[in-house]
């Protein structure tokens, strides 16, 4: 806080704070947003890199989250996208065997 005088740690006019808002929103998404992106994903389907990374997971194995997140961070850049996509195609391949197993 200001002083008022020309020296010291806490020279300066004298004035009142006021209070930043914070306006950013990363990383939250609206309602409207996240539907239509569902709606495009059911009308559009899976990328074709994508497809391979449920293939991967379909065929599995031990070390299959390790080579869907290599495969995933080549295509993608970083690693929290390759971690992302890997769990987001493996919520899709839990619903697909889960509407098989309704119908």
């Given at each position: 806080?200001?002083?008022?005088?020309?020296?010291?740690?806490d020279?300066g006019?004298a004035?009142?704070?006021?209070?930043?808002v914070?306006?950013?929103?990363?990383?939250?998404?609206?309602?409207r947003?996240h539907?239509?992106?569902a709606?495009v994903?059911?009308?559009?389907?899976?990328s074709?890199?994508e497809?391979?990374?449920?293939d991967?997971?379909?065929?599995?194995?031990a070390?299959?989250d390790?080579?869907?997140y290599?495969?995933a961070k080549?295509?993608?850049g970083?690693?929290?996208?390759?971690?992302?996509?890997?769990?987001d195609?493996k919520?899709?391949?839990a619903d697909?065997?889960a509407?098989?197993?309704?119908?």
């Open positions: 806080m200001a002083n008022g005088l020309a020296k010291g740690q020279k006019h004035t009142t704070k006021i209070a930043k914070n306006r950013s929103r990363k990383g939250s998404q609206h309602k947003v539907n239509v992106r709606l994903r059911e009308v559009v389907g899976l074709p890199y497809r391979r990374i449920l991967m997971i379909k065929t599995g194995g070390s299959a390790k080579r869907i290599k495969f080549r295509r993608l970083s690693h929290k996208r390759a971690v992302q996509k890997r769990e195609i919520q899709v391949n697909q065997r509407k098989q197993a309704a119908a």
